[in-house]
Antibody
Framework: EVQLVESGGGLVQPGGSLRLSCAAS????????MNWVRQAPGKGLEWVSY????????YYADSVKGRFTISRDNAKNSLYLQMNSLRAEDTAVYYC????????????????WGQGTLVTVSS | AIRMTQSPSSFSASTGDRVTITCRAS??????LAWYQQKPGKAPKLLIY???TLQSGVPSRFSGSGSGTDFTLTISCLQSEDFATYYC??????????FGQGTKVEIK
């Protein structure tokens, strides 16, 4: 069974930093591309960042570029999101989501999602 | 970035109803469209990709259609467990991948 479990969320002051983790199990993590997607309270879904299976290709949304860093450790079956210079508008539930590219051969279909971790940026 | 617009933003329906949600892309995206269902406090769940391909395990009362700029998600006979928010997402052009604003289906 595919499982994605996020952790690391919490309350942080504006300008602060936080590192999110996503532990993957039930599939060959090193073969799959991964994403972070966020959802502000009461709002819709916003794609945040993408990383290829090897980590060699990375994309960011303009709203987080230069502040967030996505990474992965295939030996530990883990995905990470380092978030710096946090702003109030970064307050959201952050989901890690698996890209189905290895199955569909098309990038961007998110077939499994974690339960999310809440990040609150407030003084 | 490609803008995705869903309509309506919310509506009420009864169990057994046939319901249709529309998604429009700001430019042509061929059939590179997915639909997700999200229940309160839960993660989104993939329902449909390639505009009309049902994800494994999704009930056949869900169907999708469309190509180019206009797409629809249809639930043929609404069940109690289908009351949720539905999002469309384009994966034709990236980054960024973009979602619609969501359509909330509520109980009448």
């Amino acid at each position: 069974e595919v499982q994605l479990v996020e952790s690391g969320g919490g309350l942080v002051q504006p300008g602060g930093s936080l590192r999110l983790s996503c532990a993957a199990s039930g599939f060959t993590f090193s073969s799959y591309e991964m994403n972070w997607v966020r959802q502000a309270p009461g709002k819709g879904l916003e794609w945040v960042s993408y990383i290829s299976s090897s980590g060699s290709t990375i994309y960011y949304a303009d709203s987080v570029k230069g502040r967030f860093t996505i990474s992965r450790d295939n030996a530990k079956n883990s995905l990470y999101l380092q978030m710096n210079s946090l702003r109030a508008e970064d307050t959201a539930v952050y989901y890690c989501a698996r890209d189905s590219f290895s199955i569909t051969m098309v990038r961007g279909i998110l077939d499994y999602w974690g339960q999310g971790t809440l990040v609150t940026v407030s003084s | 970035a490609i803008r995705m617009t869903q309509s309506p933003s919310s509506f009420s329906a009864s169990t057994g109803d046939r319901v249709t949600i529309t998604c429009r892309a700001s430019q042509g995206i061929s059939s590179y469209l997915a639909w997700y269902q999200q229940k309160p406090g839960k993660a989104p769940k993939l329902l449909i990709y390639a505009a009309s391909t049902l994800q494994s395990g999704v009930p056949s009362r869900f169907s999708g259609s469309g190509s180019g700029t206009d797409f629809t998600l249809t639930i043929s006979c609404l069940q109690s467990e289908d009351f949720a928010t539905y999002y469309c997402q384009q994966y034709y052009s990236y980054p960024p991948w973009t979602f619609g604003q969501g359509t909330k289906v509520e109980i009448k």
